[in-house]
């Protein structure tokens, strides 16, 4: 077992493994999300206050999710670098920023065209909406930082410190709903009682919900995949790989 | 249910169907772009190595 993981911090065995794995993961995701729109879209019924707009709950929040989860991954990991000098983990940092970037804005928008009909305005400067953008900010000034630092150790040590400096927004986003007497919604599944959600609407929101895990994890080992090829382009092992016909 | 009435959703089709298309294009842009910036890296890199082998 700890073979395997200390192989995996390996660039050269978690190329090669990554590479493997990949095609599994997007192709369940890919299955997951067809059955969680069939479920989503076809089955669920019609909300009885909302109608059907209700319907971008299953992008919007999974989305939303997603968006916290990979920040969480990408301090984690950002810090794992920091504290141990993993390159790895630097890799797994920077390669989930733009999928938890691309996530975030998917939250805003779709939550902007749930927000239209429903409250009757795009946009409201509310606790919880005003805390997703500083979100976006932080995974884009993550992205920026990164790319003004030519040395890829130190720009992944800056990146790092900001990263982490922002958890602080996290539960801030989370608890909003509540701290604060916000036009959004309070939550719907993530609570300690019963999810006030019926049950043909549940699940395929957590259909979707693991179809964006998996695509996820699939999407970023292929990002981690492009950024060892960049970091180690003149290492044995990827002179080797690209001289291959 | 029809198929007019599905694509009508209840008269929100505007805000539904942009949502969905919108994170198609989103999900769609994340997968192609480290597909083809590893194609691109991977020609980038073999010509060089060609360059350097040449060189020697």
Known sequence: MWTFFHKLSSPQYLYAWSGRLIPWLIGASLVFMIAGLVGGLVLAPPDYQQGDSYRIIFIHVPSAWMSLFIYMVMAGSAAIGLIWRIKVAEMVASASAPIGASFTFLTLVTGSLWGKPMWGTWWVWDARLTSELILLFLYLGFIALQAAIEDRRTAARAGAVLVLVGVVNIPIIHYSVEWWNTLHQGPTVTKLAAPSIHLSMLVPLLIMALAFMLYYAGTVLMRVRCEMLERERNSRWVQDLVRQP | ?56
């Open chain 2, 1 to 56: 249910m029809s198929l007019s009435e599905f694509l009508h959703m209840g008269g929100y089709a505007l805000y539904v169907w942009s949502s969905y298309t919108v994170a198609l294009i989103v999900l769609l842009a994340n997968v192609l772009n480290p597909y083809f910036r590893k194609k691109r890296l991977i020609r980038e890199l073999a010509r060089k190595a060609r360059l350097r082998s040449r060189i020697r």
